[in-house]
Each structure stands twice: as structure tokens, then as C-alpha cells.
């Protein structure tokens, strides 16, 4: 199993940037990827979800602004990400899991985590 997450950078508020994260090893079909980030001297914080049927759930904080999606012929789910502020700043991780959709937020329920890609915001 190996997810790679990328895309990361430096971004000015009110930009745009897409996170990739390239499955291998597993029939993304099988499992749900979430997003989650964490800032510094922060707890990570589960960002958005996508179900390995149909269903995707984002949190509140960037609900109208991300949106998740998913590519089957290139194994990847991506997190765009519009309208960027400052306090997106973090290290985006994505994870597979199959959480109960009431609780995709809560890391625990993810078993294989991929690295960080960071995301700054400049204000």
C-alpha cells in the first residue's frame, strides 16, 4: 500500500491549488481517502472525506470552497482547493479507511496514512 500526496506550496490568499494523492497497491475503489491537515502547534483535522461508493463530506471550515474528486483510470483523488486563506496554512495528509460517515473526521479510523504535502498561505 503507498499513497503519495503532492501539489503542495506556497499560494497567496484567495488562490487556488490542487493536492493530488496517488494510490497504489489497493483498489481505490475498496476504500474511502480522506484529507486532513494540521498546522503547527495545532491537532490534525480531518478536512474532507470521499466514500469508496458515492458521498463526499468536507468540514465546515472549507465546506464551498474545497472540493474532493476522484480518478479511477489514474488511481488519484485530489483536494482542490479555491479561495485560499492564511489559516489553511498546514501539512495536507491523505489516508484510506472506510470510517462511518458520521465520524470520516476522526483519524483514528484510517489505517494507512501517506506523507505530508505543505500548503502556505500567504496573507
Known amino acids: 500500500v503507498q499513497l503519495q500526496a503532492s501539489g503542495g506550496g506556497l499560494v497567496q490568499a484567495g488562490g487556488s491549488v490542487r493536492l493530488s494523492c496517488a494510490a497504489s497497491?489497493?483498489?481505490?475503489?475498496?476504500?474511502?481517502i480522506g484529507w486532513f491537515r494540521q498546522a503547527p502547534g495545532k491537532e490534525r483535522e480531518g478536512v474532507s472525506y470521499?466514500?469508496?461508493?458515492?458521498?463526499?463530506y468536507y468540514a465546515d471550515s472549507v465546506k464551498g470552497r474545497f472540493t474532493i474528486s476522484r480518478d479511477f483510470a489514474k488511481s488519484t483523488v485530489y483536494l482542490q482547493m479555491d479561495s485560499l486563506k492564511p489559516e489553511d496554512t498546514a501539512v495536507y495528509y491523505c489516508?484510506?479507511?472506510?470510517?462511518?460517515?458520521?465520524?470520516?473526521?476522526?483519524?483514528?479510523?484510517?489505517?494507512?496514512w501517506g506523507q505530508g504535502t505543505q500548503v502556505t498561505v500567504s496573507s
Open positions: 489516508a484510506i479507511g472506510r470510517p462511518v460517515s458520521n465520524a470520516w473526521f476522526t483519524s483514528s479510523m484510517y489505517y494507512y
Open positions: 470521499i466514500r469508496s461508493g458515492h458521498g463526499t
Open positions: 497497491g489497493f483498489p481505490l475503489g475498496s476504500y474511502g
